[in-house]
């Protein structure tokens, strides 16, 4: 068997886990995967996925995604793929605890995903991939998804 990598992912707005189940093919050390919606973990959790924790948490409630966050500073990577709203609200996200080196950032909105991005550079974070996807081609809707990494100091 191959040996884990020793990487620890947080999945915020992980929805019934499309990327989670992804990234769990790739033997990721551990994965918290956190959703709003009861109907979308019980998919994930159904899913049985190898080092995945799937909880419920409201995202949209300011401590509740203070918590969500506050409780993974210790993971190398957070994964972020709101709706539409983009994030309300960033809690602990940024807070010198935090030990997130890289954040992939998924978005269906330019403007909340423009408005958002700016947080994360203002917070120390670089672009280093950017990458429009059109997956409803019939339709004027574009995915952004975006790769950032903390600047080395």
């Known amino acids: 068997s191959r040996r884990q990598r020793q990487m620890c992912i947080r999945d915020r707005f992980c929805g019934s886990g499309n990327f989670t189940e992804v990234l769990s093919q790739a033997e990721i050390q551990e994965i918290v995967a956190i959703e ?23 995202l949209f409630g300011e401590e509740p995604f203070a918590y969500a966050i506050k409780n993974n500073w210790d993971a190398d ?64 809707h574009l995915e952004t998804m975006c790769y950032l990494r903390k600047k080395r100091k």
């Not at 709003?36 to 409201?58: C, F, H, R």
């Not at 947080?119 to 990458?131: D, H, M, S, V």
Request: charge should be positive.
């Open 36 to 58: 709003g919606s009861d109907e979308a973990i019980k998919t994930l959790k159904d899913k049985s996925l190898p080092n995945v924790t799937a909880k419920t948490v409201d």
């Open 77 to 140: 990577v957070l994964l972020l793929d709101p709706p539409r709203d983009g994030l309300k609200q960033t809690g602990n996200l940024f807070h010198k605890k935090a030990k997130f080196k890289h954040i992939f950032y998924i978005s269906c909105d330019l403007i909340t995903f423009t408005r958002d991005v700016k947080g994360f550079i203002a917070a120390g974070y670089e672009i280093k991939e950017l990458q429009p996807l059109d997956q409803f081609p019939h339709t004027p």
